[in-house]
């Protein structure tokens, strides 16, 4: 059992920054990747950025130069600072992690989702 708790989200006008954070609780193994997805209405999920266990990290190109993920290993903590923000990024984004078992790879975990509003 792995649970994720996400906070950080709000309003906030064009221009502005937010940091999200998310917490991992539970069965977690210490090779694993953590990254943050966002779900616009009427729209696909998307990968926004991830980082593995050794510090690695991919963005995708609307968040390069924009946004920056870390993690703190020791606390299982994910965050993600997000500057220059526009209506974009408004979106309800998501926390994930995933890790390997020895009977099945690649298994996701998934916060509740917290709402971003960039909106003046």
């Known amino acids: 059992q792995v649970q994720l708790v996400e906070s950080g989200g709000g309003l906030v006008q064009p221009g502005g920054s937010l940091r999200l954070s998310c917490a991992a609780s539970g069965s977690i193994f210490s090779i694993n990747t953590m990254g943050w997805y966002r779900q616009a209405p009427g729209k696909q999920r998307e990968l926004v950025a991830s980082i593995d266990n050794g510090g690695g990290t991919t963005y995708t190109a609307s968040a390069r130069g924009r946004f920056t993920i870390s993690r703190d290993n020791a606390k299982n903590t994910v965050y993600l600072q997000m500057n220059c923000l526009n209506s974009e990024d408004t979106a309800v984004y998501y926390c994930?992690?995933?890790?390997?078992?020895?009977?099945?790879?690649?298994?996701?975990?998934w916060g509740q989702g917290t709402q971003v509003t960039v909106s003046s």
């Open positions: 994930n992690l995933k890790q390997d078992y020895s009977s099945r790879r690649g298994v996701d975990y």
